[in-house]
């Protein structure tokens, strides 16, 4: 008998959802709930089971292997946060500050800032400064994002700190970017990378090769390009035409959801129920056959050489017939009544004495049900590296992305906008996958090129979770159409470390510098160095963190297990499937469960949920 049965029944009872929430947060409550956090906390420890897991009811053990199997291959989500509400805590930090100026307290200079002496500043010779263009490029990693923070590391505060110890800034303003009118191009995310951003300012150029001392004053993860002289009113933001960002992602993360999924399971309910099986099934063609020839090549040979209790267990977890679907259905029912109601008790071990025999063959049995787990896990993380995407699967993914082109109403993809603002509407240039995946360390990649006028948090990356939540669920491509719908959906933001600006785009300023005598903005003039630091310092380190921390295995298993119907519009049953949300029309309030069912799925709540610096513009 094949490892593998398609399961078409209704859930049983322990994964059913009771009805929607009513209730609404007080608008400007952004804080998650104690018990909820610490519940998401242990949701995130790597995963083990107890002698206490062992005398549970079978179908509470099977949920428990069934966690080891397809929860966070790495043990701990590589994207968990803080959840805190980075609006309240920027407003008590600027409080606190001010407090400590009006009582005339020493106040703790930014990260950023290079403090200098009174007299250092007098004798400083002052020199002409001109308004720049500076070219750059960084990996994010270990910074938190693009934008100048008082207190943590990012990209601009390790920049400014460099034209200062290069002499381009000037000791008397080392300790504030605003007196050097520091704009940039395009902001990132925390560990979003950028071949080509710049940034506009005042700086001390007379040096020939001020550009060297600058890089030698910076870590090998952030390089300048070059520093291009401007008109004065110039500003990198406002004179940008257009962004190209760049998304790699492993071509298996559009494989469809296991079968033995929650959400799997759904695909197939919602398919039958809407009259849409043979659709489904024809969306799935090239992919039908993966996870029954994948759990014959890749599991059964563990199981093969599994006790029989426990392969049996496993068996059931990865694959419920009828039978042993309605024997679980049968035990949930049970331990759902009342204790009054029961008509058998699980033997109590309380007050017997300790048997060493028995401890010894139950500790044997929890160890080989942990390291078979831990082989299963193994077994198909290796499955996922060595698939490779059939072409007519890279044209639905094309397909999918097509439906991003031109002018939408994008207020889905990000945060605290609502379908009303007219800054929610974007216009989406192109979106075009290339045509041939690439292999890295045995695992084949996808890069996922769009280019757009502008973009806002977290657009990107939501974007790109989307379209592959449509072909791996064989979901219609006209669904992300209708996302631009008034209706408030859950999308959730897939790994920033897949993410990189590729360059923004200055066409209108590049014609106006031959009246000007300016020099135009180019980024191909750089094209050797920049590839080369790309493949060094961007592309190595994605490829190197995906294999440690398995971040796309782990964001789309999360996603796969979320037993709510918060995602369910991927399903033939569309939009209405989905648990909806209604929001007020200042955009500050989202439904509870819509806030968690994204925590829970993207590792934790986003630590930039609260105010978007730049109102939520290139986030990326």
Same mark, same amino acid.
């Given at each position: ?24 947060? #007080? ?64 407003? &008590? ?136 002289? #401007? ?154 590296? &060595? ?234």
């Amino acid at each position: 008998m094949p490892l593998h049965i398609f399961l078409r029944r209704s859930l049983a009872p322990h994964l059913s959802v009771s009805g929607a929430r009513t209730s609404l947060r #007080t608008p400007q409550a952004r804080f998650y709930s104690p018990e909820y956090l610490r519940s998401l906390k242990a949701r995130r420890i790597p995963w083990t089971i107890t002698k206490e897991d062992l005398r549970k009811p079978e179908a509470e053990l099977i949920e428990v292997v069934r966690s080891g199997i397809w929860d966070d291959p790495s043990g701990a989500n590589p994207e968990s946060r803080n959840m805190v509400d980075k609006r309240a805590r920027h407003d &008590a930090q600027q409080e606190a500050k001010r407090r400590k100026i009006e009582n005339g307290e020493e106040v703790r200079a930014p990260v950023y800032a290079t403090q200098f002496s009174k007299e250092d500043i007098e004798s400083e010779q002052r020199r002409p400064k001109k308004k720049v263009a500076v070219l750059l490029g960084y990996s994010g990693t270990g910074y938190k994002g693009m934008q100048l923070s008082e207190t943590e590391k990012t990209i601009e505060g390790e920049l400014f700190a460099a034209f200062v110890a290069a002499g381009a800034i000037s000791k008397a303003n080392a300790t504030d970017p605003k007196k050097s009118s520091l704009v940039r191009c395009a902001r990132t995310d925390k560990g979003v990378h950028a071949a080509g951003n710049i940034v506009s300012l005042k700086l001390i150029v007379e040096d020939d090769d001020i550009i060297q001392k600058i890089n030698e004053k910076l870590s090998s993860q952030i390089r300048v390009w070059d520093i291009l002289v #401007t008109n004065k009113s110039f500003s990198s933001y406002q004179l940008c035409d257009s962004r190209i960002y760049e998304y790699l992602i492993p071509t298996h993360c559009f494989l469809p959801p296991h079968p033995s999924t929650y959400l799997g399971k759904k695909l197939f309910e919602y398919a039958e129920k809407e009259g849409d099986l043979e659709g489904y099934k024809a969306r799935q063609e090239e992919v039908a056959s993966y996870w029954e020839e994948t759990d014959e090549k890749y599991v059964r040979p563990i199981l093969d050489n599994t006790p029989e209790d426990i392969r049996k267990l496993v068996e059931k977890v990865l694959h419920l017939n009828d039978e042993d679907q309605s024997a679980q259905d049968d035990m949930f029912q049970t331990q759902d009544k009342p204790a009054s109601e029961e008509t058998t008790e699980q033997p109590s071990s309380e007050g017997k004495p300790a048997d060493a025999e028995k401890d010894e063959a139950e500790e044997a049995r929890r160890r080989k049900i942990f390291e078979t787990v831990k082989a299963i896990k193994a077994a198909y993380l290796q499955a996922k590296r &060595a698939y490779r995407i059939p072409a007519q699967r890279l044209a639905r993914v094309q397909e999918a992305l097509d439906k991003y082109v031109g002018t939408n109403n994008f207020f889905n993809y990000t945060i605290q906008k609502t379908h009303a603002d007219p800054s929610s509407k974007r216009h989406i240039k192109s979106f075009k996958m290339a045509e041939q995946p690439i292999i890295i360390n045995g695992t084949e990649w996808l890069s996922l090129k769009v280019h757009g006028q502008s973009f806002m948090m977290h657009q990107i990356r939501k974007m790109v979770a989307m379209a592959a939540m449509v072909v791996r669920c064989g979901c219609d491509p006209q669904r992300i159409v209708e996302t631009y719908g008034a209706n408030k959906i859950a999308i959730p933001k897939a790994p920033g470390l897949g993410l990189l600006l590729e360059r923004p785009v200055f066409d209108s300023y590049n014609r106006k510098t031959h009246e000007t005598g300016k020099d135009p903005i180019d980024f191909d003039k750089h094209a050797d160095t920049i590839n080369e630091f790309k493949q060094r310092e961007i592309y190595d380190r994605i490829f190197r963190e995906e294999e440690e921390t398995h971040a796309f295995s782990a964001f789309f298993g999360h996603l796969d297990h979320y037993s709510q119907e918060e995602f369910l519009y991927v399903t033939s049953g569309g939009i209405p499937a989905a648990r909806l949300v209604s929001v007020p029309a200042n955009g500050t309030e989202e439904k509870k469960s819509q806030r968690e069912a994204l925590a829970e799925v993207e590792g934790a709540a986003s630590e930039d949920e609260g105010a978007p610096p730049n109102g939520g513009e290139e986030g990326g």
